[in-house]
């Protein structure tokens, strides 16, 4: 059974910044970060490979976000910076064992966390 915990949400102010974190449970896997608003639909955010050579953001954070991990500790982080409004949401980290043919696609993700709540503030 895969597990992913994320943690690292929070109530910040518009143009502040976060870390979220997210432990896999040993494996190393193929990751991306996706988000839901309310009365919205989970949205693709970022996605890391399996070395962490090749990152992909969506447009909407390029140059605000970024993603990287540490094997070593099968962890996975989004540092989020110069936060909005509009990037208050639900994020979740999500796991392929396989190179997904769409990072973008939550469908190519085999196992997801239960979410960490990030706030921002106007």
């Known amino acids: 059974q895969v597990q992913l915990v994320e943690s690292g949400g929070g109530l910040v102010q518009t143009g502040g910044s976060l870390r979220l974190s997210c432990a896999s449970s040993?494996?190393?896997?193929?990751m991306g970060w996706f988000r839901q608003a309310p009365g919205k639909e989970r949205e693709f955010v970022a996605a890391?490979?399996?070395?962490?050579?090749?990152?992909y953001y969506a447009d909407s954070v390029k140059g605000r976000f970024t993603i990287s991990r540490d094997n070593a500790k099968s962890t996975v982080y989004l540092q989020m910076s110069s936060l909005k409004p509009e990037d208050t949401a639900e994020y979740y980290c999500?796991?392929?064992?396989?190179?997904?043919?769409?990072?973008?696609?939550?469908?190519?993700?085999?196992?997801w966390g239960q979410g960490t709540q990030v706030t921002v503030s106007s």
């Open positions: 040993g494996r190393t896997y193929y």
């Open positions: 999500a796991a392929s064992p396989y190179t997904p043919a769409d990072y973008a696609s939550e469908r190519r993700y085999a196992y």
């Open positions: 890391i490979s399996w070395s962490g050579s090749s990152t």
